[in-house]
T-cell receptor, first 111, second 115 residues
Framework: QKEVEQDPGPLSVPEGAIVSLNCTYS??????FMWYRQYSRKGPELLMY????GNKEDGRFTAQVDKSSKYISLFIRDSQPSDSATYLC???????????FGGGTRLMVKP | GAVVSQHPSWVICKSGTSVKIECRSL??????MFWYRQFPKQSLMLMAT?????????EQGVEKDKFLINHASLTLSTLTVTSAHPEDSSFYIC???????????FGNGTRLTVT
């Protein structure tokens, strides 16, 4: 079993839809949770990071962590074609230490 | 803030030659940088942890004599792929953090093609 599982997609949605991206993890020692967005041929860009259960909102993005279920989510409201990218969840035992990445979900938002 | 710059963004080299990739933290000092490799449609795989002033720590299965890492200053780490072969063709990405309580920020990656 991989430490972090993420549905690879691709996930195709119409513009304006609410997108839900999810990851599950197996090690309860993980305490920090991050979401990165990666455009083709570019490095990952940090979107959200949190270290506690619950929700964290930033503009159209909401990160949700459920430590009891070992389940994390990223919601994108009012999705735009420019949101089309691969989204990677990443977890760590501390914020700046080695990250364990999910496999990434490719999202396509159609105009 | 927290900008990580990587150079070059792409490079093509002949089999048997060596290639150096630079990773710089532009607006902060980074005692630790991380080097990742990413194959097409796959996630990032950690290769090594680069520590300023000391030897790098390599992940299992990564040849330290092939992937030479030097972290000579608080703002620069380099990865040299020695005697490159076509199977070394990949997307190499570095990352750094402002401090141990901050998340990692990534460079824009270097696409290496070995012919």
């Amino acid at each position: 079993q991989k430490e972090v599982e993420q549905d690879p997609g691709p996930l195709s949605v119409p513009e304006g839809a609410i997108v839900s991206l999810n990851c599950t993890y197996s090690n309860s020692a993980f305490q920090y949770f991050m979401w990165y967005r990666q455009y083709s041929r570019k490095g990952p860009e940090l979107l959200m990071y949190t270290y506690s259960s619950g929700n964290k909102e930033d503009g159209r993005f909401t990160a949700q962590v459920d430590k009891s279920s070992k389940y994390i989510s990223l919601f994108i409201r009012d999705s735009q074609p420019s949101d089309s990218a691969t989204y990677l969840c990443a977890i760590s035992q501390s914020a700046g230490n080695m990250l364990t990445f999910g496999g990434g979900t490719r999202l396509m938002v159609k105009p | 803030g927290a900008v990580v710059s990587q150079h070059p963004s792409w490079v093509i080299c002949k089999s048997g030659t060596s290639v150096k990739i630079e990773c710089r933290s532009l607006d902060f000092q980074a005692t630790t940088m991380f080097w990742y490799r990413q194959f097409p449609k796959q996630s990032l795989m950690l290769m090594a942890t680069s520590n300023e002033g000391s030897k790098a720590t390599y992940e299992q299965g990564v040849e330290k004599d092939k992937f030479l890492i030097n972290h000579a200053s608080l703002t620069l780490s380099t990865l040299t792929v020695t005697s490159a072969h076509p199977e070394d063709s990949s997307f190499y990405i570095c990352s750094a953090r402002v401090d141990t309580n901050s998340p990692l920020h990534f460079g824009n990656g270097t696409r290496l093609t070995v012919t």
